[in-house]
């Protein structure tokens, strides 16, 4: 495998120079625990760690390699161990805003050029989320191709085709069954060597039946190794950027997936910013425009300055969005338990291989 095969171009070569001329090479992070990370050099993986001089120099956690960033590191010990020496500029980003602090913005990937979001034909269908992951795919800098699964529950998809391209003009629209499709042949233009793409979508969607599909020749041919190899354990490496069969490279990290039962609530007070400019003449300072008595938004609603209709769409999706957000903290909380486990595992393991 070349540097290009992991998504390498004359871009990132042109950011990288600034390295080049001090003995670094270029390698992308393909896997990242607690600030440890697996690098893939395009001759090797190596488990590095960011120099005493980076981690002096940084200031904000965003500056930290993230899954998907090309990084200039310096190989150690025979080239299994390697020490990162910087972050070339990122092409995209998605992350985690800790709420009001600008320094702990968390990137959860990095470099994605194409983000399938991911939607069911089924009751999970609904035009005003496909609004706000579009706001997500396009905030992180990456081209969103909308992915509508589930054909099959569905008794009319070129409607609901036509519906989702009036919603988002300009963005792909494709229809598939991950589960049934014999051949994902919508999706396969968009899995080019070299890209990188990543899925978004609510829990349920089929982003994990795509993921296999998508790999599972890979997890197969791991799984022979496996069997073959009494000790076995070393092929378990949990990569979060796999390059696919087909040469295109997919992004799933956790953060990812936590980011997708993510829906900020900036979007919701952006859209009802109506609302927003009555609230302050509520005589209660937190008061929900629900049960609350002298209420301004429900006097303009009696009034007729405000459509009922729109007030109680406001409720609906900020209820939604409390319900997302437990939601997500329980799972998120479980997810990175999960996860922690797993990628530790895979990175002890990967270190006691390499330590011989
Ligand atoms: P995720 O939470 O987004 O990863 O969703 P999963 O991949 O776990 O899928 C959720 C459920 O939907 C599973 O029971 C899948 O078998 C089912 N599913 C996935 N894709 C399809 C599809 O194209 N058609 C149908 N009918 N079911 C699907
Ligand atoms: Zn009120």
Redesign the pocket.
């Known amino acids: 495998m070349d540097l290009h095969a992991l998504g390498w171009d004359d871009g990132f070569a042109a950011l990288f120079r600034e390295f080049a001329s001090t003995g670094y090479v270029p390698g992308r992070v393909t896997l990242e625990h607690q600030h440890i990370y697996t690098v893939h050099t395009g001759h090797a993986d190596l488990l590095a760690t960011v120099t005493g001089g980076f981690r002096h120099r940084v200031v904000a956690r965003r500056e930290y390699p993230a899954v998907g960033d090309w990084v200039a590191l310096r190989a150690l010990e025979a080239g299994r161990r390697g020490v990162i020496q910087g972050v070339v500029p990122r092409r995209s980003k998605f992350s985690r805003k800790v709420a009001g602090d600008e320094t702990d913005e968390q990137i959860v990937a990095a470099n994605i050029d194409t983000v399938f979001l ?1 939607m069911g034909l089924d009751r999970d269908f609904s035009l005003r989320r496909i609004e706000r992951y579009l706001s997500t795919a396009w905030e992180g800098g990456a081209a969103p191709v909308i992915v509508l ?5 569905c008794d009319d998809v070129p409607g609901r085709v036509s519906e989702v391209e009036s919603a988002a003009p300009g963005v792909p629209v494709l229809a ?5 499709d014999e051949q994902l042949a919508a999706i396969e233009p968009y899995l080019v060597p070299g890209r990188t793409i990543a899925l978004l ?10 993921v296999n599909r998508l790999v599972g020749h890979n997890l197969q041919r791991t799984r022979a190794v496996r069997e073959s190899d009494h000790k076995g354990r070393h092929t378990t490496t949990h990569r979060q950027l796999i390059v696919l069969p087909g040469g295109g490279l997919l992004i799933d990290t956790p953060g990812m997936r936590e980011l997708q039962l993510w829906d900020g609530s900036d979007g919701i007070e952006a859209a009802f910013d109506d609302i927003e400019a009555l609230a302050p003449g509520c005589r209660f300072r937190d008061c929900r425009h629900d049960l609350e008595p002298e209420c301004a938004v429900k006097a303009a609603v009696a009034e007729g300055r405000l459509e009922e209709r729109r007030l109680a769409s406001y409720l609906e999706l900020r209820g939604e969005q409390k319900a997302l957000a437990a939601r997500q903290d329980e799972r998120g909380i479980l997810e990175r338990k999960r996860q922690g486990k797993i990628v530790g595992k895979a990175l002890k393991e990967f270190y006691e291989r390499n330590k011989k």
């Open positions: 991911m699964n589930k054909a099959d529950l598939v069954s991950t589960k049934r979508g609510s829990s349920g969607v089929g982003k994990s039946t795509l």
